[in-house]
């Protein structure tokens, strides 16, 4: 069991690293310089809209109110900016966490994480992005980011993340 | 559950006794039975450290039961039957007494030798010799109990099996086999991705359970003698609520591989999976009838979570709770007379049972985060989730809601807690 162990958190690891490292394409093209002066003013290169944080694109968290898997108005915009952002990047993908709120139980909560995971891909899907572009997960109550029994810790719980 | 008095001693007692039993614990017992029997348990002679451990779990197991009252022996130590003066019993008012030795033998095995002894009718209701390897001492004490228990309620004792839970410490899940009583804690899996949901197999040898090691959820069926293991549905989605049928053959399980949450059947070398259920809605935390013909489950198909039954075979699909609030967790009780489930109303969650003749879901707790109520084999106890001093714990309620226990791991979260089998 050890070592089956060892290797899953291996695959994990190195997977985390292939999400994580198309977002910092710019970042790595530099040679490193020595010098501790304003950084080089780029006006020429074209900034990926995913990496400015004033963007819409910024918001990769969408909020759900108590066992409800709907999209709501406010989230939709930010919701078809990520399925124009897919539609014309056809080569990225995306990974849609979708996650509940402690109250219910854990197989209930685990599937309504998915089915909010699963409505946040439709409506991706519906704003251009391909299925192919798409894979959904859900984590119930499982991986909770605020663990207090309140609403405004159940509040944050409740959402879907689109992670590049 | 007006009754709400605190039997510290007893908690001291097994706090005492953590130490040495490695990774556990304390209980706390709150209420009475209605009708407890009187019965002394005298220490047992021979070998005073084996003698002393036996003791202990004996006491704690009939105590927890909520159906026995310990009469204090002090002063009589009789250990054969010829030592036994029954009057010394009955002005003490214990209606049996029980008395034994244990012996540590040369090829490293104990042996206990006991007899359980009807007082007022001054007969010898049960005798028996135990005999097991001396690191299983503990297991010594709850066979005894077990016997106790029998003869005295005429119930078979649930003490010799063991529970299943998942323990989760920061990032850190670990799935958990122990004795009945929290003690005698094996790691089944341990790793920094959830795990959840399980479930034993019939005779025992088996869990299947959910974990999230490859990045989503997989149902996976391991063996507790050879830890070999099959991933038994890795579908597309989330794979989850694995539950056995009763003959052990397969599993209804929750997959979302056509779309919503959905119930099917696969058999337990994962093969030959049938869809169940076609509602579109949540359909999940599957539950097979002692009989294995209907399963019990959870649906939001009419708008909230509520619990729902249908045939294995196919037909007519049946809501079994209604009224305020939401239901979950659902399981039949081993007579299949009815079925316990997770009640949720007003930002509480309390263990509910519903008699399938009356049609009434009862409360057994006083309700908060109390969550996943189980059966003992013998439907006397239920074993559940809870909460106390802002952790998880495990929790047991008598199934007429008299008497419950609390039981503190040494660390972390107790969630999701089952009940095994008679082995």
């Not at chain 1, 040679?31 to 944080?53: F, K």
């Amino acid at each position: 069991m050890k070592k089956l162990f060892i290797s899953f958190v291996l695959v994990n690891l190195l997977a985390a690293c292939a999400s994580e490292k198309p977002k910092e394409p710019v970042a790595a093209a530099p040679e490193p310089v020595p010098v501790v002066t304003a950084p080089a003013p780029a006006p020429a290169v074209e900034v990926d809209p995913l990496n400015d944080p004033a963007n819409i694109l910024a918001k990769r968290s969408i909020y759900f109110p108590f066992d409800v898997s709907a999209v709501q108005e406010a989230d939709k915009p930010v919701v078809l900016a990520h399925a124009k952002y897919l539609s014309e990047h056809p080569d990225r993908k995306v990974r849609v966490e979708g996650n509940a709120d402690e109250r219910g139980s854990n197989e209930y909560n685990l599937a309504l994480g998915q089915r909010r995971a699963d409505s946040v891909k439709k409506m991706l899907e519906l704003g251009g992005a391909k299925a192919s572009q798409i894979d959904t997960v859900s984590y119930g109550e499982e991986k909770p980011r605020c663990t207090d029994h309140n609403e405004a810790c159940w509040k944050q719980n409740r959402r879907s993340d689109i992670k590049y | 559950m007006a009754l709400r008095v605190l039997q510290g001693m007893v908690g001291l007692l097994l706090l005492a006794q953590a130490s040495v039993a490695s990774a556990v614990l304390s209980i706390e017992i709150i209420g009475a039975g209605e009708h407890q029997i009187p019965v002394a348990i005298v220490p047992f002679g021979g070998d005073a450290r084996l003698a002393q451990t036996i003791n202990e779990v004996v006491a704690g197991d009939l105590q927890r039961s909520g159906l026995f009252r310990l009469i204090d022996v002090a002063g009589k130590s009789p250990h054969e039957l010829a030592e036994v003066s029954y009057p010394d019993w009955q002005v003490r008012g214990a209606d049996a007494l029980a008395i034994g030795t244990v012996t540590a033998q040369a090829n490293g095995r104990i042996e206990a030798r006991f007899r359980l002894l009807d007082v007022v009718k001054q007969i010898e209701l049960a005798g028996q010799s135990v005999s097991a390897n001396d690191d299983q001492v503990r297991a010594v004490g709850h066979r005894v109990a077990d016997l106790i228990y029998e003869k005295l309620t005429g119930d078979k004792g649930v003490f010799s099996t063991r529970i299943a839970y998942v323990n989760r410490q920061g990032r850190k899940f670990s799935l958990i086999v122990a004795d009945s009583d929290g003690y005698n804690e094996q790691t089944v899996l341990a790793q920094n991705e959830p795990i959840m949901s399980p479930a034993w197999s019939p005779e025992g040898s088996h869990l299947a359970y959910v974990s999230f090691e490859t990045g989503h959820a997989v149902v996976y069926v391991q063996s507790l003698h050879t830890r070999q293991r099959l991933a038994l549905a890795d579908f597309r989605g989330s794979n989850s609520a694995p539950a056995w049928s009763p003959d052990g053959k397969q599993l209804a399980i929750v997959l979302t591989r056509d779309g919503s949450s959905q119930i099917y059947l696969i058999r337990s070398d994962g093969s030959g999976i049938r869809r169940l259920t076609f509602s579109g809605a949540i359909d999940t935390e599957p539950n097979f009838s002692p009989d294995g013909q209907s399963l019990l489950f959870t649906s939001d198909r009419g708008g909230s979570a509520q619990i729902y039954s249908m045939p294995v075979g196919g037909g007519q699909e049946q809501r079994m709770t209604f009224g305020e609030g939401n239901n979950f967790s659902p399981r039949y009780s081993p007579d299949g007379k009815g079925f316990v489930c997770t009640h949720f109303v007003n930002g509480k969650f309390y263990i509910a049972a519903q008699d399938f003749q009356t049609g009434q879901v009862e409360t057994l707790t006083a309700g908060g985060w109390e969550k996943k109520p189980s059966f003992a084999p013998n439907g006397k106890l239920i074993l559940f989730a809870s909460e106390a001093r802002g952790r998880g714990i495990l929790a047991t309620v008598s199934s007429d809601g008299r008497v419950q226990q609390h039981m503190f791991t040494q660390s972390g979260d107790a969630r999701e807690p089952v009940w095994g089998p008679h082995l």
